[in-house]
């Protein structure tokens, strides 16, 4: 098993920035790909960035090259860089990952309780 725990969230003014990061425990050695989704109020919960152990990366669209996604993986962390923040960027912010040999898609079986990110205009 897996435990993923972030930290780093908070309260930012538009344009500013945050530094997300997510430290697992565990089975450290079994995790695969790793990723951070994002809830807002009354929407569906989406990707914003997943991150291979090789270090390949992906972006959603709305990231817009503002956010780095970043792992340490002898120590089983995870991080979020996030830049040039909008107020539309406000939800709960969660990490996430999925074990070695998982194959191509990414269905993550660890997740994180969450940290909230607010961004005031």
């Known amino acids: 098993q897996v435990q993923l725990v972030e930290s780093g969230g908070g309260l930012v003014q538009a344009g500013g920035s945050l530094r997300l990061s997510c430290a697992a425990s565990?089975?450290?050695?079994?995790?695969?790909?790793m990723g951070w989704f994002r809830q807002a109020p009354g929407k569906q919960r989406e990707s914003v960035a997943t991150i291979t152990r090789g270090g390949n990366t992906n972006y959603a669209d709305f990231v817009e090259g503002r956010f780095l996604v970043s792992r340490d993986n002898a120590k089983g962390t995870l991080y979020l860089q996030m830049n040039s923040l909008k107020p539309e960027d406000t939800a709960v912010y969660y990490c996430?990952?999925?074990?070695?040999?998982?194959?191509?898609?990414?269905?993550?079986?660890?997740w994180g309780q969450g940290t909230q990110v607010t961004v005031s205009s």
């Open positions: 565990g089975r450290i050695f079994n995790i695969g790909t």
């Open positions: 996430n990952a999925d074990e070695r040999g998982s194959g191509s898609s990414y269905f993550p079986k660890y």
